[in-house]
């Protein structure tokens, strides 16, 4: 069935409001200066909202509909693959990219040439993953309202933490305003663009696409979040990122 004009522009406006938090994150990370056990707080939660965001809906939906076997083994096939990209972009100093600086500080550009657009790229992968699996998931008839919650409020923190990070590094605000700018419009149109694409796939590809993402989610979540959210952090992190996993139990139970 093709898709409508209409629908393209709910799609695009649902990636929008996804993709908010990288906005409001590079901002603040930009513009205020937040000790990094603040941000490590905000990182815990944001964290434990991603981590309930794909068992709650992205694995649940993908092992119900393509099988327990299938999904397993594409969840690991997305890990990987963003592992092993995550590992090449980080001989070239994108390894600390959501670093705030205060405890391990990110690469200036004079220590380590070609280091920005290693963070660049590599703050542009961590958005693939979300774009992937929000572009098939509102392929439902209802608006994954949860999902959407988790990676608009869980982007913040990401934002947030590397901006910050960029800032001691010593780039300029234009430049990481410009960068986080065009990840959140790239984003957005990545979960448009998605949304059309994956209305041509048939019944089967869905679901395991969906697997694929909540792979790349995980990783993306235990190799860029979690560091920051535990390094030199308050040891109730583990309970911050509980209630973020919590919060979201309350927001999908409220919305379906």
Known sequence: MPTSGDEVWAALTWGAVSSAGLLVGALAGSFGRMPHRAIAMAMSVGAGLLLAGVSLKVAADAIRIAGPLAAALLLLLG????????????????????????????????????????IAFGNALDALPEAL?????????????????????????????????????????????????AIAIG?????????????????????????????ALLAMTAETMIPEAFHNSPRFSGLLAAFGFGLLLIVHATTT
């Not at 957005?188 to 792979?215: D, K, N």
Request: charged residues 10%; hydrophobic residues 50%.
């Open 187 to 215: 984003a957005a149109v990545a979960i448009a663009t998605g949304y059309v694409g994956f209305g041509s796939l048939g019944e089967a590809w869905p679901p395991r696409l969906q697997a694929f993402g909540a792979g």
């Open 133 to 181: 699996v929000l572009g098939i998931a509102l392929r439902d008839r209802v608006v994954p309202l949860a999902l959407v919650f988790a990676f608009a409020v869980g982007n913040f923190p990401e934002a947030l933490s590397s901006a910050a990070g960029m800032r001691a590094a010593g780039r300029s605000r234009s430049s990481i305003l410009l960068l986080w700018s």
């Open 79 to 118: 890990a990987a693959l963003f592992s092993v990209s995550n590992a090449l972009l980080a001989q070239f100093g994108a390894a600390h990219r959501k670093r705030c600086g205060d405890c391990i500080q990110q690469p200036a550009e004079s220590q380590q040439p070609g280091s920005g657009a290693a």
